[in-house]
């Protein structure tokens, strides 16, 4: 079978060059469906090696490349997510989707291209933690209408042909998981605050100072950890902005030999915890009102394989 990049078949293939152009839009469309860049890579895989295994007629056949390769990716991440309710039974403790780093933070060499994949993946707001926890709260179904819908602006008519629903059920799908989306207000200094929010919560933990993470965090603020089953996390999120503060004066960053760098996270203000030069811990955050509403922190090794630290 014969890759876009394998010498194994030398038949011209007129749709080579459009189908190529699909792999970032395939990528960034994989990743915010199933919340993994690992497996998004495996779906575009999966797709590609779908187009070659068809004769050079079938090929011919179909009039849009790119559409055929959206609609196989979209239904293979359709049966991962229903797959996924099962895995998630077996997880052990809370799962966090994959923390991307910022394009400056990656690990080079770790792509299974020639592109990085953090040059395939677009850093919006479709991408921050705060929305792909609430994404991976929607049913398959929801979620794919939403994304493709309302993220990537496929008509409901294209929509129906991948989910296996009317039209009219998958507006009502796509209209579903809208309420469930907080849309910030827009506001030009957001991103700085929220910079400096991070940053002065880095400052209080490292001083283990209670009363200034108790100031920096909404009063039902949760703190949510995913190690996985290979490392220890709490099982289950710490609720209320007390017993966060406690939470994390209790586990000094000195005592364990972690240093904590501010990073991106998704495309939002975050920090990274590093020991003996590896990345230990990434942490995105989700800030409302100019309070820490939620700190997601990412402690399974295989979530963390795309970040270094910085020298």
């Given at each position: 079978m014969a890759h876009p990049s394998d010498p194994l078949?030398?038949?011209?293939?007129?749709?080579?060059s459009a189908i190529i152009r699909e792999r970032r839009q395939l990528t960034n469309l994989a990743y915010r469906l199933l919340g993994s860049l690992a497996d998004a890579e495996d779906v575009v895989q999966e797709t590609y090696a779908r187009w070659y295994a068809m004769s050079p007629r079938q090929q011919e056949d179909i009039n849009a490349p790119g559409g055929w390769l959206t609609t196989v990716a979209s239904r293979i991440c359709l049966d991962l997510l229903r797959s996924a309710r099962v895995r998630r039974e077996r997880y052990v403790g809370e799962w966090i989707p994959e923390p991307l780093p910022d394009r400056a933070e990656w690990i080079s060499g770790q792509s299974t291209g020639d592109t990085d994949p953090a040059d395939r993946v677009t850093l919006d707001e479709s991408v921050s933690m705060a929305f792909l926890v609430v994404l991976d709260a929607m049913t398959p179904a929801e979620r794919v209408a939403f994304i493709l819908h309302d993220v990537f602006g496929y008509p409901f008519a294209d929509v129906a042909a991948i989910v296996g629903r009317t039209p009219g059920a998958c507006r009502q799908l796509a209209a579903s998981a809208r309420r469930r989306i907080?849309?910030?207000r827009?506001?030009?200094g957001a991103s700085g605050r929220r910079t400096d929010l991070v940053r002065a919560f880095k400052r209080a933990w490292e001083a283990t100072d209670i009363e200034a993470l108790i100031g920096?965090?909404?009063p039902d603020a949760t703190a949510t950890g995913d190690g996985g089953g290979l490392v220890t996390a709490a099982l289950h999120p710490v609720e209320g902005?007390?017993?966060?503060?406690?939470?994390?004066?209790?586990r000094p960053t000195a005592a364990a030999g972690v240093t904590l760098q501010e990073c991106t996270v998704n495309g939002q203000p975050g920090l990274v915890a590093?020991?003996?030069?590896s990345t230990v811990s990434v942490m995105a955050f989700d800030v409302s009102d100019d309070r820490i509403e939620h700190i997601w922190a990412v402690l399974n090794p295989d979530k963390l394989r795309s970040w270094v630290a910085k020298a």
């Open positions: 078949d030398d038949r011209p293939d007129p749709n080579l907080r849309v910030p827009p506001d030009a920096l965090l909404g902005a007390e017993q966060v503060a406690r939470f994390f004066v209790d590093l020991r003996d030069g």
